[in-house]
């Protein structure tokens, strides 16, 4: 179904993308894929049209099908959640790459779905896990691996923020926790074995607005998670804390910051009833700040090229949707769930 793609300045064959879905995220998305190296937005798909202008001047189609006859390379998928699966296993079936926004699917089953029709066809295609390419995330995570850390003990993320008004179709634990579901597995290079989880929904919604989840991952390391759509503070805060100290992680702003264990004594008395016996250094880390969605779309686009890329395949986007699912399983029972062994990785086709 592709079609004969033009050759850029640089030599490289210009892949033809489309859009589907120009909502609050779609548009970020057509934004960077207007400005790709590499990649021309042929096409969008909304049935709603393009009520915010986003598309600016690029063809607004109504169907996937529509889309799919112009012959592209690849589709990003940002329609709501409950139309994942849908629209996903069309592409598929027509032999189309995609990168599906996260969560992957609305539920495992239809999860799994995606990964068989995909994996089937042997095509490229990855779930938009965007923290993953945050800057202050990626260096925590190199520095865990080279274990500045050392062991580590304890991950606790808070995930806060004002009801947004554009999703209808899941609650906060499949549209926001994921996130942090997905970035504490991913930095620590764990799986979880348990949790447990309360929500509540206080905004009128059927879904929940607001979960505390404790859990453990395979090595023992102790995890926290607070997310809501409850408060008008916008917060975005992970700390990994270790035998050498703490790392935080702001990636609102993509700092990174190290607090040392304490090795300098505080001998001011007045100072030890708020600051503890010792003080150790705090470093904030000077790191490249590339913007996160760019450069998933710049991975993303290498892997439909048959180059290395680092992406967040279907699998992993189908571990994170059990995860989700085991905190909703949790909190409806109010009890610890022991969450199913993972599904390995299958290698992404060269």
């Given at each position: 179904m592709t079609a004969t793609a033009p050759t850029g300045a640089t030599g490289r064959r210009t892949l033809r993308a489309g859009l589907i879905g120009l909502g609050a995220m779609g548009r970020n998305h057509a934004r960077v894929l207007r400005e790709l190296d590499g990649v021309q937005l042929v096409a969008t798909v909304d049935p709603a049209g393009d009520r915010s202008g986003a598309a600016r001047g690029v063809q607004v189609l109504h169907t996937v099908a529509e889309l799919i006859a112009l012959g592209i390379d690849y589709a990003v998928v940002a329609c709501p959640t409950a139309h994942h699966e849908e629209v996903g296993l069309e592409l598929a079936a027509n032999g189309v790459c995609a990168l599906i926004e996260k969560p992957l699917a609305h539920s495992v089953a239809a999860a799994e779905r995606l990964v068989d029709a995909f994996e089937a066809r042997g095509?490229?295609?990855?779930?938009?896990?965007?923290?993953?390419?945050?800057?202050?995330?990626?260096?925590?995570?190199?520095?865990?691996?080279?274990?500045?850390?050392?062991e580590?003990?304890?991950?606790?993320?808070?995930?806060?923020?004002?009801?947004?008004?554009?999703?209808?179709?899941?609650?906060?634990?499949?549209?926001?926790?994921?996130?942090?579901?997905?970035?504490?597995?991913?930095?620590?290079g764990q799986e979880y074995a348990s949790l447990a989880a309360r929500t509540v929904s206080k905004s009128g919604r059927p879904h929940e607005d607001m979960v505390a989840v404790v859990g453990e991952l395979s090595?023992?390391?102790?995890?926290?998670?607070?997310?809501n759509w409850l408060s008008p503070l916008k917060e975005r805060f992970a700390a990994v804390?270790?035998?050498?100290?703490?790392?935080v992680a702001d990636t609102l702003t993509a700092d990174l910051t190290?607090?040392?264990?304490?090795?300098?004594?505080?001998?001011?008395?007045?100072?030890?009833?708020?600051?503890?016996v010792a003080e150790g250094d705090m470093v904030r880390y000077a790191i490249p700040k590339r913007e996160p969605l760019l450069v998933e779309h710049e991975r993303f686009r290498d892997a439909v090229e048959g180059k290395p890329g680092d992406i967040v395949t279907l699998r992993q986007?189908?571990?994170?949707?059990?995860?989700?699912a085991a905190v909703l399983e949790s909190?409806?029972?109010?009890?610890?769930?022991?969450?199913?062994?993972?599904?390995?990785?299958?290698?992404?086709?060269?």
């Open positions: 095509l490229v295609a990855g779930v938009g896990h965007i923290e993953r390419f945050n800057p202050a995330l990626q260096s925590l995570r190199a520095r865990l691996e080279t274990g500045e850390l050392g580590v003990f304890q991950v606790v993320t808070r995930r806060q923020g004002p009801f947004p008004h554009r999703i209808a179709d899941v609650g906060v634990v499949k549209d926001l926790a994921t996130h942090d579901i997905d970035l504490t597995a991913w930095v620590t090595d023992g390391t102790v995890v926290s998670h607070l997310v804390t270790g035998s050498h100290g703490c790392f190290f607090y040392a264990n304490g090795a300098v004594t505080t001998e001011w008395e007045a100072l030890r009833a708020f600051r503890g986007g189908l571990r994170t949707v059990e995860v989700s909190a409806q029972q109010r009890t610890t769930v022991a969450v199913p062994a993972r599904i390995p990785d299958e290698p992404q086709p060269a």
